[in-house]
């Protein structure tokens, strides 16, 4: 259902820099981009996170509400990833644990520039 989603970013280097660290943990890399906007993913056939200065040339903000939740497998990788995030200036938004008994377990963070992201794993069925 989602090709992809997008994020703003006051500093296009710095946010690369960020989440190619990062996402490297869980196979993911920059796929493609112009000057103004960068993919990353596994690939183009699966959905895609965009890092991006505004098209307007505004300043970016984040949303009240508005988060990214990131799909891994299990509680050591969950941890694994917001450590790294922490390590790589992001702050901390909710250490790693379960969130909803045996369903869903995650941690949060707010990356350089504010944005909400989430690592999670959630058990259904």
Known sequence: MIAYTTIG??????????YDALLSE???KQLFGMD?????GKSTNEPM?????PYNEEAHNCGNGNMIAIPVDGIEM?????AKAIELGATDEGAPGERIPGMFTGAYV???D???LCF???KLG
């Open 110 to 112: 707010r990356d350089l």
């Open 49 to 53: 996170l965009a890092i991006c200065i």
């Open 26 to 28: 869980i196979g993911c």
């Open 36 to 40: 103004r906007i960068k993919f990353y």
């Open 78 to 82: 969950i941890t694994k990833l917001h």
């Open 114 to 116: 504010g944005n909400k």
């Open 120 to 122: 999670m794993e959630m």
């Open 9 to 18: 970013t006051s500093d296009l280097d710095k946010a690369c820099a960020f």
